[in-house]
């Protein structure tokens, strides 16, 4: 069994409550390139269960984000705490998704092997998966079924598959936080559904999950929070209040009239 | 015939010998972090910037093993990152501002070793000469060599996730800077030690083949580290008892060997070759 402390809280969408918190509290960030400034002051907080998304134009520092909750860069200023302490002494809570480009696909790995990666926090350098662990990828595989595939190389798999085998590893590290890097870019109508539905699923069990999105039109569909941002924090709240015409305005310009017309 | 066993009683040539296993098998395996990662033409320009490194050493310091090993690794490493500033502080990319830098050092190493009166010694150091390679040399090939073997076996978990998805990797915390540093020194190091057997110009051979073979049969990125190594030790091995006889040169024989095992996986690989079954 998962050990109590990594538990993933299963429970529905809004009835969902803890004591302690797993809420992700983002405080006043800022970020700088150089002396350009990519982000002011953003602040937001979240609890588990919910999905979000990051929206914003080109050059709004959604990727900026993301890198900084992955730990990927160092902000400026400001804080990110899970459950009340620094997110970032708990690297494990949290596992990212690369974009489909920056996956080097023809890579010797399977997808059990790639999902395996995603044990690496709990084992260290010189661990060996014990049957806790086995158990665990197998979970993890099975929930994304993709058990029958597991010793294809992960070239072999359909665009679909890919998704979920890298969502397995991330099930693996036993994470409440999945980042996404634009996970529907390139997606079909019903790879986007199936990827939807998903994501849902997986926020259901208790997960938080946050990807950058930049289509307007299936952001409400897919998530139930949105953080609307272009440099600074425009609008953050359930998706449909926050995608209205004034903020849409705020936060595109001209650029978003001839876009959705 | 006769000739040839009589050659392999003695002492120099079983210690050739083993310097081809060892440095094959290090060149080998290390080679799958070069092919794992891209970077075949990045090392292959810095493997030629070390004969500058080389020639300001014996220049400064004289003729001695140890001056030349750290003239060729202070030299890759202001080639490597000198060409990575130019790159991030004027317009030209990255493998423009390669190309110039280590065509620029190898002019000036050559100008210096012509100078010197070394002429004859820089033809070991373009082609290798594995024969010449004094005891001191071999000792150092061979601690090179454990310890790249032993650093990316202890290191093999975090150092596949980071080669395959460096991001992800820098997400849970494994020090992707220091990794990729860490890589980048121990190819020098590799290069350096397979410097003397077949030189500048075709170590780069040695350290790119035997991992592009494993790349075109297996899946398991583990294997590409042993079976390069077995390879690279196999090759080199055929090549010393093909070269006597033939009369060739041992450090481009090893090099065509290894070429020629990588075009049999390339053509006959069950999975990716050319021949894989097309029904």
């Given at each position: 069994m998962v050990s109590d402390h990594n538990h993933i809280c299963w429970g529905d969408d809004h009835s969902h409550h803890h004591h302690g918190g797993h809420e992700l509290a983002v405080c006043k960030l800022h970020a700088r390139y150089g002396a350009v400034t990519?982000?002011?002051?953003i602040s937001f907080s979240l609890h588990c269960g919910h999905t979000l998304a990051l929206i914003g134009p080109n050059g709004a520092g959604k990727s900026t984000l993301i890198n900084i909750l992955a730990g990927l860069r160092k902000p400026v200023s400001g804080s990110i705490l899970w459950n009340g302490a620094p997110l970032h002494h708990t690297r494990s809570e949290i596992a990212y998704m690369p974009q489909r480009t920056d996956v080097d696909w023809s890579f010797p790995i399977t997808v059990r092997e790639l999902v395996e990666m995603g044990r690496y926090p709990a084992l260290g350098l010189w661990g060996s998966l014990n049957k806790h662990d086995c158990a665990i990828i197998d979970k993890a595989l099975d929930s994304m079924q993709l058990t029958h595939l597991q010793s294809r190389q992960i070239e072999e798999l359909s665009g679909g598959q890919q998704q979920r085998a890298f969502l397995a590893r991330a099930l693996a590290q036993e994470a409440h936080i999945l980042l996404l890097d634009e996970p529907f870019t390139g997606l079909d109508v019903p790879g986007m559904e199936a990827l939807a539905a998903l994501l849902k699923s997986l926020a259901n069990e208790g997960r938080l999950i946050i990807a950058s999105h930049h289509d307007l039109n299936t952001a409400p569909r897919i998530f139930d929070h949105a953080l609307l941002i272009n440099k600074e924090c425009i609008g953050f709240g359930p998706t449909q209040q926050v995608l209205t015409q004034d903020n849409l305005m705020a936060a595109f310009g001209k650029q978003h009239i001839t876009a959705t017309t | 015939m006769n000739d040839f066993l009589q050659f392999l009683g003695e002492p120099i040539a079983q210690r050739s010998l083993w310097a081809c296993a060892v440095i094959g098998f290090a060149n080998g395996f290390v080679s799958a972090l070069v092919v794992l990662r891209r970077s075949a033409l990045q090392i292959g320009t810095i493997s030629c910037a070390l004969l500058p490194g080389i020639a300001l050493a014996i220049l400064f310091f004289g003729l001695m093993q140890l001056s030349i090993l750290i003239g060729a690794v202070i030299a890759g490493l202001l080639v490597g990152l000198g060409s990575l500033f130019v790159a991030r502080t004027s317009r030209v990319n990255h493998d423009t501002a390669l190309s110039i830098i280590h065509t620029t050092g190898f002019a000036i190493g050559y100008i210096i070793l012509v100078q010197l009166g070394l002429q004859q010694k820089v033809d070991d150091w373009l082609f290798g000469s594995i024969m010449s390679m004094s005891n001191s040399d071999l000792w150092i090939a061979y601690g090179i060599s454990a310890l790249a073997i032993l650093s990316i076996t202890m290191l093999k978990r975090p150092l596949i996730i980071y080669l395959f998805d460096p991001r992800a990797a820098a997400a849970i915390g494994i020090p992707t800077t220091v990794f990729s540093y860490g890589i980048f020194a121990l190819i020098i190091l590799v290069l350096v030690s397979s410097l003397q057997a077949v030189g500048a110009f075709l170590t780069l051979g040695l350290l790119v083949a035997p991992a592009a073979t494993m790349y075109q049969l297996t899946n398991r990125a583990d294997l590409m580290f042993w079976g390069g190594g077995v390879i690279g030790a196999f090759g080199s091995v055929l090549a010393f008892f093909l070269s006597y006889p033939l009369g060739w040169h041992l450090g481009a024989t090893i090099i065509v060997i290894l070429g020629c095992i990588f075009l049999l996986a390339y053509i006959f690989s069950p999975k990716y070759g050319l021949l894989r079954a097309k029904r």
């Open positions: 990519a982000l002011r002051d | -």
